[in-house]
């Protein structure tokens, strides 16, 4: 069965590091990804997704994510964090043949500090 | 274009009661879904409607029943709540291409 793991569910940075969320997935069937951010009080909006294209994969806001096969992984990557980036990033996966539903990973808050 | 919208946004009931959580989309897709999300749990399904005229279980079904209205509504029904079903409610879309898209979301608590 196909799941999904987010490291830490709290990550604190300062202004201007480098934000790295971790995701890592289990599937025996190529996935497509995703990559949503939640702002308090607000639904899921989309970040980024990978779809068996390039593995690089460039998204809103200055976010990137790489898909390693290797690795089973996706992990999410800011060079430099905004105090506007402080939200729930949550990571997902889909299989083909099953009506897109999602499964989701448990969430990772990311707090940015002066 | 409003894309996902959801009703209420808030709403209290008590232990026993029944309600029906209303979820409309514009964007022609054919896929919608009802999760719940809890802190520390991500985001659960509870059922999909694949197609129009068509609703499956999802991961938490329980004590939850839906209706695809139509293609535009997909309505999520709690006939008796219990204080398990205090959660945030979110209804979503997708089309073609796997991504969902996502309601603001019904905060719903049972006393």
């Known amino acids: 069965a196909q799941s999904v793991t987010q490291l830490g569910s709290h990550v604190s940075v300062s202004e201007g590091a480098l934000v790295l969320l971790r995701c890592n997935y289990s599937s025996s069937v190529p996935p497509y990804l995703f990559w949503y951010v939640q702002y308090p009080n607000q639904g899921l909006q989309l970040l980024l997704k990978y779809t068996s294209a390039a593995t690089l994969v460039k998204g809103i806001n200055g976010f990137e994510a790489e898909f390693k096969k290797s690795e089973t992984s996706f992990h999410l990557t800011k060079p430099s964090a905004h105090m506007s980036d402080a939200a729930e990033y949550f990571c997902a996966v889909s299989f083909t043949g099953t009506a897109s539903k999602l499964t989701f990973g448990t969430g990772t808050r990311l707090q940015v500090t002066l | 274009n409003a894309g996902v919208t959801q009703t209420p946004k808030f709403q209290v009931l008590k232990t026993g009661q029944s309600m029906t959580l209303q979820c409309a989309q514009d964007m022609n897709h054919n896929s919608m879904y009802w999760y719940r999300q809890d802190p520390g749990m991500g985001l659960r399904l509870i059922y999909y409607?694949?197609?129009?005229?068509?609703?499956d279980k999802g991961e938490v079904p329980n004590g939850y029943n839906v209706s695809r209205l139509n293609k535009r509504e997909f309505s999520l029904r709690l006939e008796s709540a219990a204080p398990s079903q205090t959660s945030v409610y979110f209804c979503?879309?997708?089309?073609?291409?796997?991504?969902?898209?996502f309601g603001p979301g019904t905060r719903l608590t049972v006393t």
């Open positions: 409607s694949a197609s129009e005229g068509t609703t």
């Open positions: 979503a879309s997708s089309g073609l291409v796997y991504e969902q898209y």
